[in-house]
């Protein structure tokens, strides 16, 4: 279930980091297929994921990895047996890093054919993060578009 997320409580925060979620499987190539997070100034987070139904999930809390608990030695076997999640600031060189730092001045929904939440547009000034559910993954995309705000509510509909 997603979290009622107000985009008037969002709209004006300035953001402090970007983090993804990336997944690491024995010494294959690590993955960016996981949720990313928004760091706000004021410390709070905005975490956008994909949901196992495909659609967006917004949530204006931290990401919790599963295997924070457990000590190095069982994460690397766990790494190398399924896989894990490793939470990684986001590279200086990806243009979606250029936000980093500017205020929140829109955010605009993205719905599929039945209005589903699939993607979101958060806009800072003339820079933006297109981040969209697209095959049951995370696709995150620097943008130059600015955006409508608009309210979303659980059901990915207009608040």
Request: glycine share 10%.
């Amino acid at each position: 279930m997603t979290t009622r997320v107000d985009t008037r409580n969002l709209v004006g925060r300035e953001c402090s980091s970007l983090e993804r979620v990336r997944f690491a499987f024995a010494d294959e190539p690590i993955e960016d297929v996981g949720p990313i997070i928004i760091g706000w100034s004021d410390g709070t987070f905005l975490t956008i994921d994909v949901g196992a139904d495909w659609t967006l999930r917004l949530k204006q809390a931290d990401w919790q990895d599963p295997y924070e608990s457990l000590s190095d030695g069982e994460r690397a076997r766990i790494r190398h047996e399924n896989g894990v999640f490793v939470r990684e600031a986001v590279a200086a060189s990806d243009p979606i890093n250029l936000v980093v730092g500017s205020e929140l001045t829109a955010l605009r929904r993205i719905g599929d054919e039945v209005d589903q939440i699939i993607g979101v547009g958060l806009s800072f000034g003339s820079l933006g993060i297109r981040a969209e559910a697209y095959g049951g993954e995370l696709v995150v995309t620097a943008t130059t578009t600015a955006t409508e705000s608009v309210p979303l509510d659980p059901d990915g509909r207009r608040g």
